[in-house]
């Protein structure tokens, strides 16, 4: 007989009962579970999304449904975000949120020790660290070059500006972690009635931002004051046309100060070029002393303990917004006795300034802002108030890739609920 080419295969049924049923049902599991797991890692896209803290961004649960996925699952899908370059000149806050900055210079070490400037501050969520403020310059403001209400408050003006320097620590392009320095310039100065110079202001939580804002805004009045009442009986006071400028720098040098050089009237060294003359010393306490006005080279004596005291506050300020308590010297504003000594005059200023204001009838409807202290610390009062200086990260805004279900997918559904309920 001629064989067929074709054949057949005999098959027989399996001899376990369940097999039909698990083979079902066992299949369908798998399938569902496949898909399921294939949805959990490639069921999101990556969208762009702007946020201000790229921390939480990352770790937000939400992303996924509110479900915390295995990262095996996310791994294609995990969000991130890039850092920010902040270029020279724009104008930066720290999350403390007080004083406006100016970015003048960014610079990292080179190996051979000298310096690479760069462009930009390439920045992500860093602390700030070691910042220093290294000079406090006032300028003084005649009337062409002040805003018109604030002539109302004082017909001299002033420009207060803190020079600091921080550093950074972020990967650099050969992948080692190396500090980036960068310098700014803070500026305080009155802009006009109802308008705060600080960001924002918190008497109960920023409590020391509080005071340094007090002491800045009702010294700026003094010591303008001060400066018109030396300046009178010269040309300038009478056209109003003064232009001054003062600077302020730390005399001593140390890492850790102690409490009694901040205190001291000669925690600064003073400097100045006003109208007609200029300091021929920078010892404050000389300049301040009305027995040597006579010689040469001693202008205005009424001015300096004020000026430095307008000084101390900028610059206490400043290391607060900063994050900086105890270096380079305890932060007056952060403890109770520093802020009692360097707020003691504040309430008979403040009457001065009010009366020799009336006495020149000057802006009855400008009073300074009701909101600040126009009284002493009182470092006995209970409960004592929580003064201190938050870690500093700067303000600004990052660009993150974040996960979304992806659209039309059977993804639709909410699986975070789907799961979990
Ligand atoms: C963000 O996270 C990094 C690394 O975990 C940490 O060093 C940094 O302090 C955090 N930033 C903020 C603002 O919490
Ligand atoms: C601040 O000053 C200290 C002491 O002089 C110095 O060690 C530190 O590097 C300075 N910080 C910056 C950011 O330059
Ligand atoms: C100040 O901070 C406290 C505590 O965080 C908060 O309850 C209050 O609302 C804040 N006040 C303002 C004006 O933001
Ligand atoms: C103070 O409170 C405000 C508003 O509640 C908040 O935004 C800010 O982060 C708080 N500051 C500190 C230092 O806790
Ligand atoms: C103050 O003046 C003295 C003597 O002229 C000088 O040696 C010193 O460097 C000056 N200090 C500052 C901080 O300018
Ligand atoms: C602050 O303390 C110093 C040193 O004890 C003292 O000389 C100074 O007069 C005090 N300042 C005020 C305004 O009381
Ligand atoms: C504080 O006021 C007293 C008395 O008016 C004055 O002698 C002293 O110099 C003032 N101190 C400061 C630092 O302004």
Known sequence: MHDSVFSYNLTRPYPFKWFTPVTIVGGVIIAALVSFFNFASTGYELVPQPSSDPNETIHDPGQYGGIRWPSYFTANSRATCASTALPLRALIFTHNNAIPYTLTRVWRAKDDGSRLDLGSLVYHNNELQDCNVTRISIDVLGKYTMNQQVRAASPVGLSVNAFATCSVVIDTPEKVQRPTYFEMTGNYKL????????????????????????????????????????????????????????????????????????????????????????CGTNVTSELADPSKAKEDWHPYPKLWRRANLLGKAMYFTVLADLGRQDAPVPNMLTRPNLLANLTANLTSEVQWWKSASKKEGFAPHWQPDPGLSQDKFDPGQTPPPSLGAAPAFLSTNYICQVPRVKAGDPGDVDMGRLVSG
């Open 191 to 278: 802009i006009g009635p109802d308008v705060t110079a600080f960001l924002s202001r918190n008497k109960t939580n920023a409590t020391s931002l509080w005071w340094g804002e007090s002491m800045l805004q009702m010294y700026w009045l003094v010591t303008a004051r001060a400066y018109i009442d030396g300046a009178q009986d010269t040309d300038v006071g009478k056209d109003q046309t003064y232009n001054a400028a003062i600077t302020l720098q730390r005399r001593e040098s140390t890492d850790q100060g102690t409490a009694e050089e901040t205190m001291s009237d000669d925690f600064f060294a003073t400097g100045c070029f006003v109208e007609a003359s200029y």
